[in-house]
C-alpha cells in the first residue's frame, strides 16, 4: 500500500494524521509526504528558515516518513507564494506519485495555503489516487460550516505527541492540549480514547 499526504506546511501532517499514518505503516504501507510550502521567511520572530528546517527533519527522522518539498514561489520580502496555476500544478505534478489512498487538506480550511493545495491536488490525485480523503484539522475544523466527516481511525496519542513536540517554536503546551482534546472528540464518536477523522473525498469505481 502507498499512501501519499499532500499539506502545505511543515507540522500541517503532524497535526491532521500523522497518527494515521503512522498506523498504516505499522501495516506495510509507505508513506510519502509532499509539502507545498517550504520553509523560508516567517511572520512570527520565534521562528525563523533554519528552526523550521531543524524541525521539519527532527520530526521525519523520527517518523521515517519519505519527505518531498516543492520549490515554492517566494515574494520579494521572502514570504512564501503559494498559487494556483499551470506552472505550480506542473512541479507538484512531478512530486506525486499513484497511490492507493491520499489524504489533503480539507477545502473548508480558513487559511489560504490549505485551500490552494486542496485546489491544486486534488485534480492530480483524482488520476492518480484510488482513495482521496480530505484531513479534519485542528484548529481549522471548529469552523468548517459542514460536519462531513465519515472516517475515524484510532491513533496512538503517544507517537502524534512525540512527533508534535518537534515543532516546539509553533506547537506550544497549550496548543498540545487543544490537539488532544480534539483527537479526544474523534475517539468519543469512534470507540477509541484518540482518533483522527477524515472525509472521503473520492473513491475511484470501476
Not at 96 to 102: E, F, K
Not at 122 to 150: D, G, H, I
Amino acid at each position: 500500500m502507498k499512501i501519499v499526504v499532500v499539506s502545505a506546511h511543515p507540522d500541517d501532517l503532524e497535526i491532521a494524521c500523522s497518527g494515521t499514518l503512522k498506523k498504516y505503516q505499522e501495516q506495510g504501507a509507505d508513506i510519502i509526504s509532499v509539502i507545498t510550502v517550504k520553509p523560508s521567511e516567517e511572520v512570527n520572530p520565534e521562528r525563523n528558515e533554519d528552526i523550521v528546517l531543524e524541525e521539519l527533519k527532527n520530526s521525519y527522522t523520527l517518523s521515517g516518513f519519505e519527505l518531498r518539498v516543492l520549490d515554492t514561489n517566494l515574494h520579494p520580502n521572502g514570504r512564501p507564494n503559494l498559487t494556483c496555476d499551470n506552472n505550480t500544478m506542473d512541479q507538484l505534478s512531478e512530486l506525486i506519485d499513484s497511490c492507493d489512498l491520499a489524504i489533503i487538506p480539507n477545502p473548508q480550511d480558513f487559511h489560504q495555503d490549505h485551500r490552494t493545495t486542496y485546489e491544486l491536488a486534488f485534480p492530480l490525485l483524482q488520476r492518480r489516487a484510488k482513495e482521496v480523503w480530505c484531513m479534519e484539522s485542528w484548529p481549522y475544523s471548529y469552523q468548517y460550516k459542514e460536519n462531513t466527516a465519515n472516517i475515524y481511525i484510532g491513533i496512538d496519542w503517544q507517537f502524534k505527541q512525540n512527533l508534535l513536540q518537534c515543532y516546539n517554536s509553533y506547537i506550544t503546551e497549550d496548543r498540545l492540549r487543544q490537539i488532544r482534546n480534539l483527537s479526544r472528540v474523534y475517539g468519543d464518536k469512534s470507540g477509541n480514547p484518540d482518533a483522527e477523522a477524515f472525509t472521503l473525498q473520492y473513491k475511484y469505481v470501476r
